[in-house]
């Protein structure tokens, strides 16, 4: 099981959103079987996919005991967001001590993490973690956990600093406590062609950011929202201004495909 995580410490930047239509991809067009874990106390994911809940809880991998899995038939197995258990994972320990030797030692949230993903590996081929738009312990513990992660970011003058950061944190996750994690890249996102400022934006962290930036966006399209507000994939919005949209989510679905060697 490869675990993927769409993350940046800033809200709105539609990690929800990519996120549970990336899951929808991997499950209907790579017919892979996904694990999804909301792991955002919001519950936003768990709101678009609410057709899936079968009383799997995400807190649960951040605690001592193996995860039950309940159902685990459908195409997609979610874990949904809990907000007093996800707000009780936020007050555990997460403190990074060393040995004698110098040697990290990792949090327990983030150990328990890695070892309950561990064990569900079997069942799945893909676990996708939503994470909350903060700089906090949950999201701190998956990239300690995750092999991959995306960054969805807006393309404006407050967000690009926060996206900033956000890598910074990734590089120093990579370097000092999970050198397995990859960085798929920046995804610019709610993109708007003729918005001159985002363009010019965009223009800019393509010089600065060449090698970060992935190579597909996805616009500011009402097919989006409409998509996650009624639990489907966008490609079956029955919209004709959804097709667009469709084309994009699909080419940015290749893109990281490209990036991990393949579904
Ligand atoms: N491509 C898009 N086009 C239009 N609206 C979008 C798009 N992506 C996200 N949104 C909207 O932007 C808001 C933030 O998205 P969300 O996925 O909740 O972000 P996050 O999870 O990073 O906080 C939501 O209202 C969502 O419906
Ligand atoms: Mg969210």
């Known amino acids: 099981m490869k675990i993927i995580a ?45 057709a899936f809940e079968a009383g799997n809880r995400a807190y649960q991998f951040f605690g001592g005991e193996p995860v039950k899995v309940n159902g685990g038939d459908s195409p997609i197995t979610l874990f949904s967001a809990d907000k007093d258990h996800l707000r ?9 001590k060393m040995d004698a030797n110098r040697k990290v030692i990792l949090p327990e949230m983030a150990t328990n993490l890695r070892a309950r993903l561990d064990e569900i590996s079997d ?10 738009g ?50 798929i890249g920046l995804l610019p996102v709610r993109f708007k062609a003729n918005d001159r ?24 399209r009402s097919a989006f929202p409409y998509a996650a507000d009624h639990g489907i994939p966008v490609w079956k919005v029955d919209r004709s201004a959804a097709r667009e949209a469709a084309k994009e989510l699909r080419e940015v679905f ?7 060697g393949g579904f």
């Open 6 to 50: 769409f993350a940046n410490q800033k809200g709105g930047q539609a990690k929800s959103l990519i996120s549970t239509q990336f899951a929808f991809c991997l499950a209907e067009l790579a017919e892979k079987r996904v694990a999804f874990i909301d792991a955002d106390e919001q519950s936003s994911s768990t709101y678009t996919l609410r």
């Open 88 to 96: 009780l994972v936020e007050k555990m320990d997460d403190q990074i």
């Open 123 to 132: 069942r799945f081929d893909w676990c996708v973690i939503d994470t909350p």
């Open 134 to 183: 903060s700089n906090s312990k949950v999201p701190n513990a998956t990239l300690i956990a995750a092999d991959y992660v995306v960054v969805p970011c807006t393309i404006d003058a407050y967000a690009l600093p926060v996206a900033n950061e956000m890598l910074t944190r990734i590089r120093a996750v990579q370097q000092h406590l999970n050198p397995k994690l990859k960085l």
């Open 254 to 260: 290749d893109v990281i495909g490209s990036k991990v």
């Open 197 to 220: 400022e985002m363009v010019k934006h965009l223009k800019e962290l393509l010089t600065f950011q060449k090698d970060t930036v992935l190579r597909a966006k996805i616009g500011d």
